[in-house]
DNA sequence: AAACTTTCTGACCATCTGGTAAAAAGACTA
DNA sequence: TAGTCTTTTTACCAGATGGTCAGAAAGTTT
């Protein structure tokens, strides 16, 4: 699974093949295919595998906290996921960009369970005057671009800065905290 | 260049083949290759030719208008183009994943000689007080990623959305245009 | 009409790729 | 030790794919 998200967030799905991973893993192709059904099944086992991981902080987004403190903390885990976790950002980008082919269900079900009842949140902390009012899908679609985006486009982001160092993150959590904070303050 | 445009946007460069831009064009695939010289010389001519129609409405930014306008009017064109050539930016979007092997020049020469320049009419408004201040490089990628978002990851707006008119189009200017204007006002 | 140039096609090839078959090599148990 | 089950490797295949080539059409010039 290591090898197969190093492998699959570089090129993509069709971009790599079973022997790339299969050497990248350290075995032989078709021992590599002992144990998975197939290319298709190794990029869907490893879809589903990181959905969770990739969404846990958005579930962390709690009712009872202070809203503005939750969208900072949001924000802030979700640059550092790009940071810390670049190539599952990749993979993920991967596959939506090319119309999901092999997750719907993941899209459709989990996904959208999960954001609709966040959306209900924001939703309510804007009518109880806590935050400005807004569409709460379109504040988190732009939550996940904005931040996404240093590891999507991280080649972009690393030419135009003019920097290799670490420190774009950091600009990033700071610059993205203020536009969303003073964005919203009711 | 309009079936090459159409294939490679929808499937990524590795995964579109010569023979399905032939057939889209109309045409047999040694008559394709007649008119290119391979594969990827399809696939540089259409980022380039491309790149400065991408690049135009940041090229628009003037630095005489009054900056709110400015960045507004940015924003909604960035809107307006990904609802109008989603394809094109898929295919920049694909490109740059993973991670632009076949334009780097395209990076590191028109595109940051643009971006540094426009960076550099963002930071002046800043000093003049009619912006607040922030990192202007990251707020041109903020602006990119938002837009963007609409066009790359379509699929998944959509299934959130739970709609198919061009009505999140609308939605998305307006919930951007009130984002960005808020978090900039000085 | 002949000569010549440009455009296009069918047949073909070398290579790559996902996947399989079968047997070898280990590991475990009676 | 012999037998059985699991894991791994070697050899291989069928189809796809990027690309080539000789020559046929089609068009243009002389």
Redesign the pocket.
């Known amino acids: 699974m290591e090898a197969a998200l190093e492998v699959f967030s570089t090129y993509g799905y ?1 971009g ?5 991973i299969a050497t990248q893993a350290g ?5 590599l ?3 998975f ?5 190794i990029h869907v086992a490893l879809l589903e595998r990181l959905m969770s991981t990739w969404l846990a902080p958005l579930r962390a987004i709690s009712e009872d906290g202070d809203p503005m403190d939750e969208i900072r903390t949001y924000v802030r885990a979700k640059v550092k996921m790009s940071r810390d976790h670049p190539r599952e950002s990749r993979l993920f980008a991967n596959e939506i960009l090319q119309g999901a082919p092999h997750i719907p269900s993941l899209l459709t079900g989990e996904l959208k369970e999960l954001v609709d009842q966040k959306a209900g949140i924001l939703k309510g902390w804007m009518t109880a005057g806590k935050l400005a009012p807004c569409d709460p899908y379109h504040l988190i679609f732009s939550i996940w671009a904005t931040t996404q985006h240093y590891a999507d486009f991280d080649v972009q982001v690393r030419t135009l800065l003019g920097t290799d160092s670490d420190q774009r993150f950091e600009e990033a959590s700071t610059f993205l905290e203020t536009l969303f904070l003073r964005g919203l303050k009711p």
């Open positions: 069709r790599s093949t079973v022997d790339q075995m032989s192709k078709p021992n295919l002992y144990y059904d197939g290319k298709t099944a």
